[in-house]
């Protein structure tokens, strides 16, 4: 198994299988994995668990990928985001 040292030996996907077929072959440097984790600042943080469909999940980790980014990280930031925008359209400011 060939392990990946940086983002760029990560190829741009076509489809699911491709993507699936590199990975079966491929695995990433934990180093890689520990310094793209984004580091929470002191505020405590709660787990929860969302059910994706599995070809959106994969979707969604390309996203991250493509941004150098883990794919948690980049959806609380799309949440945080949208929950901003929420709260401007309703004069919420709590």
Known sequence: MKNISTWSDVPDFDSDEAENAFWTEHSLN??????S????????STTITLRFD?????????????????????????????MEEEMR?????D
């Open 30 to 35: 934990p180093r890689l994995i520990n310094d």
């Open 37 to 44: 984790v984004h580091s929470p600042d002191s505020r405590e």
């Open 54 to 82: 599995p070809r959106m999940l994969s979707r969604i980790k390309r996203i991250a990928r493509s941004r150098f980014l883990n794919y948690q990280s980049m959806m609380k930031q799309w949440l945080a985001e949208r």
């Open 89 to 93: 359209r309703s004069g919420d400011n």
